[in-house]
């Protein structure tokens, strides 16, 4: 999943690629703009942000029926340090465009 930064709005772009995650932004954009640019709290650097699972989860909108592929894709953050198991945190690459 990727998501995409413009001016006044957010998209989720490969909605169904739960291998990787990704934010992508503005050139330039500083982390108070990323974090302005997203409809939630975030921790931001400018090589990374700290997003809640749970807000991951709304932004995906995966239906209650559906299986759950965010699951598999946080163990695997979890299993390379990406998860923060204390805040329910994900850490997700930053990519400028």
């Not at 932004?25 to 975030?42: D, H, N, R, T």
């Not at 209650?64 to 979890?78: H, V, W």
Request: with cysteine; proline share 4%.
């Amino acid at each position: 999943m990727i998501i995409s930064l413009s001016a006044g709005k957010h998209e989720l772009l490969e909605r169904n690629d739960y291998g990787r995650l990704s934010l992508r932004a503005p050139s330039g954009w500083s982390s108070a703009e990323i974090e302005g640019g997203l409809p939630f709290k975030v921790e931001c650097t400018t090589d990374h942000i700290w997003i809640k699972e749970s807000d991951l989860r709304v932004l995906a909108q995966i239906p209650a029926t559906a299986s759950d592929p965010i699951s598999g894709m946080l163990e695997k953050a979890r299993k390379y340090g990406f998860y923060n198991d204390a805040t329910g945190t994900v850490r997700v690459h930053i990519e400028y465009y």
